[in-house]
């Protein structure tokens, strides 16, 4: 139970950190600001995919505070430029994200020295071979942040509502983004139950740190 409680106080820390550093990179570099956090975030999202946490016995990827901030940053270029400017952002995670996960991948696949073995077996635990897990999280971020950027536009023009745009985006992206990354990264592996659990447990915190993402949405919307 200190365990789990540990858990969400370091999750919440993480939000944290995401948030503050997209409203400040957003709010001293405007858009630019964006896609630098854009490259810094999707960077991070590869290697943090890697690593699992326990929630009531049930294995669950981490990472939920800076995948879903990547959704938010997208629905905040939607907000300011318009979709159009959403394609160039995209872009900008694929190139990125592609070239983190080669890299990490072909460090997980080299041989490491005899030399300083308790820092190359560290190194070699955390970027392990796993190619589905690199796959599942290029393909739900560029998914999620595509569709929720169209959808988040699209309730956008009819009600004009950031609160409104955000909380329907989220609730319905996070759902699509989550069934995608389990069942790329996880199916065969986990007992069915454990992988509905595991998907439960992701969606239920990725889509309260989204509505919470309203806040970055309404601080950058005000230099409009």
């Not at 503050?20 to 964006?34: A, V």
């Amino acid at each position: 139970m200190g365990s789990e409680i540990r858990n969400v106080i370091l999750i919440f820390g993480e939000v944290l950190v995401c948030y503050i550093s997209l409203i400040i990179l957003s709010k001293k570099y405007k858009t630019d600001g964006i896609y630098l956090y854009a490259i810094i975030a999707t960077f991070i999202s590869c290697i943090m995919s890697l690593k699992e946490m326990s929630i009531m016995n049930v294995s669950v990827p981490i990472g939920f505070g800076v995948t879903t901030s990547l959704i938010i940053a997208g629905n905040i270029i939607t907000q300011k430029r318009g979709t159009a400017e959403l394609r160039t952002f995209i872009s900008l995670i694929l190139v990125t994200a592609l070239v983190s996960c080669c890299f990490l991948n072909l460090t997980g696949l080299m041989h490491s020295s005899d030399y300083n073995q308790f820092a190359n077996s560290s190194y070699d635990s955390i970027f392990t071979y796993n190619l589905r897990k690199y796959i599942a999280i290029i393909v739900s971020i560029i998914g999620s942040v595509w569709l929720g950027g169209k959808l988040y536009y699209l309730i956008k023009k009819l009600q004009n509502k950031i609160i409104l745009s955000n909380t329907f985006s989220i609730i319905i992206i996070e759902l699509l983004e989550n069934i995608t990354f389990i069942l790329i990264a996880y199916l065969f592996e986990y007992e069915v139950m454990d992988l509905i659990l595991c998907l439960i447990f992701r969606y239920m915190i990725k889509t309260i740190i989204g509505l919470v993402g309203v806040i970055p949405i309404f601080i950058a919307n005000k230099d409009n």
